[in-house]
């Protein structure tokens, strides 16, 4: 009997000796497991705080380029305005009194400035400006030309003054100051309305026998509304055009671009359909 007390007492001793390192064990275990995840924790934050300065830093250089971009731009277009309002004013008859054409100098200087300002135009912006140009290029004096008539330069002047305003908004929108979905819609179709007039294939009946026909006795905004009320003629016209100048590959290189302008505004026609 004594001796079966023996061993319960060492058996518990035993037993006790093990749940206490057992205990032991456990509480080390704990202890390191949170000092290594505070340490692993420091280690991520310190990790992820570098990244985000990093990326906190690139974007304060993209920032501050956007900016310089930004304010580039908007001087760009400035300049530009202030050259077509220039170029409209040079045009302008303020007295009654006849319009006179003014000289290829003033021409080239608003060439100029648009071929300096091109980096910041736009591929929209700069093929509106081509149309102004065309216009004021008709109100030119050129040599061993005929002067413009004055019921035509009239005339030009009120589209280059049409063409000047939606440039400008384009501009505007270009950098935030309007919601206008496409100020230059109406100026792209007079744009593709004198493509088709402007050209002299009689085989193929150009200029344009329709509707479409421009004269110089109506104002770009009623012209516009017609254009507007005879879409379907216009890209029919266009169809025809692009078709005539296809139809021969020497046709296909000489008048590479008007046939590419042709594309262009069929298809953004197409597209608004």
Wanted: glycine content about 4%.
């Amino acid at each position: 009997m004594k001796a079966l007390e023996n061993i319960y007492q060492v058996a518990f001793i035993l037993l006790s000796s093990v749940g206490g390192a057992a205990l032991i064990i456990v509480g080390l275990s704990s202890w390191l497991g949170k000092v290594w995840a505070n340490r692993i924790l420091e280690s991520e934050k310190a990790k992820y705080a570098k990244e985000l300065d990093k990326i906190r830093h690139q974007f304060q250089i993209e920032l501050d380029q956007l900016s310089i971009i930004h304010e580039n731009q908007k001087n760009s277009f400035q300049r530009v305005i202030k050259a077509l309002n220039k170029s409209i004013k040079a045009l302008e008859q303020p007295y009654d009194e006849g319009w006179q054409p003014i000289n290829d100098r003033q021409y080239d200087e608003l060439q100029r400035v648009i071929i300096e300002e091109s980096l910041f135009l736009g591929s929209e912006g700069e093929r509106a400006l081509d149309i102004f140009m065309k216009f004021f290029g008709r109100s030119t004096c050129f040599p061993e030309e005929p002067l413009p008539s004055d019921k035509m330069l009239r005339n030009i002047y009120e589209h280059m003054g049409f063409i000047a305003e939606r440039i400008r908004e384009y501009f505007r929108k270009r950098i935030g100051l309007s919601d206008e979905p496409d100020p230059l819609w109406d100026v792209n179709l007079l744009s593709a309305c004198l493509l088709i007039n402007d050209y002299h294939f009689r085989e193929a009946d150009f200029p344009t026998k329709t509707n479409l026909k421009f004269e110089y006795d109506i104002s770009p905004n009623a012209f516009v509304e017609k254009v507007k009320q005879n879409l379907d003629v216009l890209k029919e016209e266009l169809r025809r055009f692009i078709d005539y100048l296809e139809s021969d590959p020497e046709d296909t290189g000489t008048f590479f671009c008007p046939l590419s302008e042709a594309r262009y505004y069929l298809n953004l026609l197409n597209k608004k359909a």
